[in-house]
């Protein structure tokens, strides 16, 4: 058995909607010269529709495929960190497929603190959450509920509440030590 871990060319981000994700991935991207990739915003560009008009037009059902389409097209890339919709670790395999392919890292953020971070955000960027009878904060306890068991199998689980993102970046790149 190969207990050596090797260092990782691709990193995919997990988590919530509003965990930081996005912004994380952009600023690791730079530090570890990385090419960097936002599945959410490479559909919406696609489409030139928010991720609420793709899910009222076409479906959640769609969408969720398209993501797993970017998957599917980064199998052979390298030197890559991807910020993956909340939803995707979900869908079919495709769970397994990053955690085939690449690093798996939850960036684990309590409700409570996304509630702070969402509160003056782009509804249309996150429909799931905005979209029902239910408060934000209900919202999200209840994906994090459903979600919680892919989630927890990430390579590593980086919590970043109360904490600012040159912290987070820190936690990121001295994990990634262990990889080298």
Do not use: C
């Amino acid at each position: 058995m190969n207990l050596e871990k090797n260092k990782p060319t691709k990193i995919f981000l997990i988590g919530q909607s509003g965990s930081g994700k996005t912004t994380l991935g952009k600023k690791l991207s730079v530090k570890l010269k990385f090419d960097f990739l936002d599945t959410d915003e490479s559909i919406t560009n696609e489409f030139a529709s928010s991720i609420s008009e793709i899910f009222k037009s076409k479906g959640e059902l769609f969408f969720r495929n398209e993501e797993k389409k970017i998957l599917d097209s980064l199998k052979n890339k390298v030197n890559i960190v991807v910020a993956t919709g909340g939803g995707l670790p979900e869908i079919n395999d495709s769970f397994e497929m990053m955690q085939d392919n690449g690093l798996v890292i939850w960036i684990k953020s309590s409700p409570s603190e996304i509630e702070k971070r969402l509160l003056n955000s782009n509804r249309g960027h996150r429909p799931l959450l905005f979209n029902n009878e239910l408060s934000l904060i209900e919202n999200l306890e209840t994906q994090l509920e459903k979600r919680y068991d892919v989630y927890s199998k990430a390579d590593l689980i980086v919590v970043n509440d109360k904490i600012d993102e040159a912290e987070t970046i820190e936690m990121i790149l001295e994990e990634l030590k262990n990889y080298e």
